[in-house]
């Protein structure tokens, strides 16, 4: 079975350009989540789907990052424009909603660097 | 929201060492997930135990929930454990929060 896919694994931009990251869950789920990791911590919820609804954006920055699962099942993550704090690791994870308080599997996240 | 804090910080080890890693978490917990984050970046999931003990071949762990801590144990630790060792709960808002990490280096 394979996991949850992540693409671009790394992206190199230039501040105030945007940016978009690409996540596919594992086949089934139907909850996806997006985290954000800056070195040396722990990742941290950015969003989280019931499939294509965003149940929780509570710790989304609106004024520049936007998320979008129009078909419930992949889905983007963009950031515009970005800036140079923006720089950390982005990952996605996924879980089942079979039972409440799933497993949540990672991918291998896309690492940006704004310069 | 939920505080988590993992404990040590760093732990350096010789090949074939044991030891244990204590994650504490401030209330009641629905889910708890241990990681390993290899290298390369990729979390890797070690065990879903929000209470009792499990089992995985060198690894194990056991989480008292009603004592708000879990164990992570390592036997006979070798080189390809070195990585950071993550400790997650969910409470009742669904988004896992993690604690800081344990840094284990394996020493050949």
């Known amino acids: 079975e394979a996991g949850v896919v992540q693409s671009p694994r790394y992206k190199i931009i230039e501040k105030k350009q945007p940016v978009a990251f690409w996540c596919n869950p594992i086949?089934?789920?139907?909850?996806l989540y997006w985290y954000l990791q800056n070195l040396g911590q722990g990742p941290e919820l950015l969003i989280r789907?019931?499939?294509?609804?965003?149940?929780?954006d509570s710790q989304l920055p609106k004024d520049r990052f936007s998320a979008e699962r129009l078909k419930g099942v992949d889905s983007t993550l963009k950031i515009q424009p970005a800036e140079l704090g923006d720089s950390a690791v982005y990952l996605c994870?996924?879980?089942?909603?079979?039972?409440?308080?799933?497993?949540?599997?990672f991918g291998p996240g896309t690492r940006l660097t704004v310069l | 929201g939920i505080q988590v804090e993992q404990s040590p910080p760093d732990l350096i080890l010789q090949e074939g060492a044991n030891s244990t890693l204590r994650c504490n978490f401030s209330d009641s917990v629905n889910n708890l997930q241990w990681f390993h984050q290899n290298p390369w970046g990729q979390l890797i999931n070690l065990f879903y135990?929000?209470?009792g003990t499990k089992q995985n071949g060198r690894l194990s762990a056991t989480t008292v929930a009603t004592e708000r801590y879990s164990l992570l144990y390592i036997s006979s630790s070798q080189t390809t454990d070195s990585g950071v060792y993550f400790c997650a709960v969910v409470s009742n808002d669904y988004k896992l929060s993690f604690g800081a990490g344990t840094t284990v280096t394996v020493r050949a």
């Open positions: 135990i929000p209470s």
């Open positions: 994870a996924s879980s089942s909603r079979l039972a409440a308080y799933n497993e949540q599997f």
């Open positions: 086949s089934g789920h139907n909850t």
């Open positions: 789907y019931e499939n294509e609804e965003a149940v929780d």
